[in-house]
């Protein structure tokens, strides 16, 4: 069953987490899925006998709240919890939405009356402003990556760990050249500035070489974004994070605060995959993520990376509030899109799309770069 659903991502910091979890127990959602990671940051301390200052990267404990609401209630949603847990203070997190399409067998419920009156429905989409690139490479890899993309000042990385499983399998012998554990490194950008992130990172960590990692863009909504790449002493009323949003909502979009030119001015190819790409994003139980892997897998699709995720149920019962939790598993998969159809002919075969499953499949339109060898 195909389903209009927004995937909604909210990174929390550790110590707003109650705050969130008090909104998604008000908004009564059935399935939310939790994910441990960190956000990074530069930090100025105090070099030797405190005569010269240092600047260090460091990082602070969040979450990953991934959750999906009817698509037109996606924004009203987001400001409601953007306001409670005070996200546009810097260093908080931040919350965006992806759009794709949906498959799943047991229907979600909603309590739509409830969104209706809290949040408010809306006829058209907001814009999708913003890029998240999303990078895969081996641990150990990803302070560096980091470290580049705080230095240009656009945005602050999130990192998650995982393993990669698929392509490093058929390599027989040499897959010990190739580590299982897999950091995965978000950045969330303007659409401006995506090219020169892309650029950055790519030669840092070797991405367009085989076996050294994998990066993607997809293009999201994000109505508020974490700008605070660097923490220390306040010497300001306003912090320089409050100051650049005031700025990107008196103009409508963070254009103004581009690095690059409209036309380019970065050496090298500015030019996007023209083959089209898809992204395969499924959460099950361990069983049903090994039946998905292995049909994807089996009808073209080369590797896939797999995280642990927390699933909590924050519908409120007649006496009180509960929050069940279960283990899950994520997969995601980028494949060619002319094989997309045959794939999921495959896994609906598989009766993972039954009635009484309650797994879940999320298709996405991605891009990666040129450079990049064939998926």
Known sequence: MRNDF???????????????????????????FVQRAKQMFLVDKRGFLGLRPVTKQ????????????????????????????DLRVGGRGCIFAQRGAVWRGSPLHFDEAKLEALCGAADKLPPEDYALICCTVSRGVGESLSAAVLELGVCVPVVSFGSGVGLRDKLGLLRITIPVEKEIIWFLVPRSDAELVEKTLIPRARLDVPGHGFLYKIFVHAPVVNLRVRQGKRVHAATMEQVIAALDEVRGSSDWRRLGTKTGVFSGSSKTAK?????????????????????????????????HLEMRSYRADTREQTKESHSREFCDIIIPAEIEENILAHIKETGLFAADRSCMLKTLSVEKPASFPHV
Do not use: W
């Not at 908004?27 to 939310?32: H, T």
């Not at 460091?58 to 847990?85: C, N, Q, T």
């Open 275 to 307: 083959d089209g790409m898809k992204g395969l994003f499924f959460i099950g139980e361990e069983e049903e993520i090994e039946t998905f892997r292995k049909t994807a897998m089996a009808n073209g699709a080369r590797g896939a990376t797999l995280n």
């Open 6 to 32: 927004s995937t909604i991502i909210c990174v929390a910091d550790v110590n707003i987490t109650e705050l969130l979890d008090q909104t998604l127990t008000d908004l009564a959602l059935p399935e939310v």
């Open 58 to 85: 460091d990082e602070s404990r969040a979450l990953f709240y991934h959750f999906y609401v009817p698509s037109r209630f996606e924004h009203g949603v987001m400001r409601r919890i953007a306001e409670a847990a």
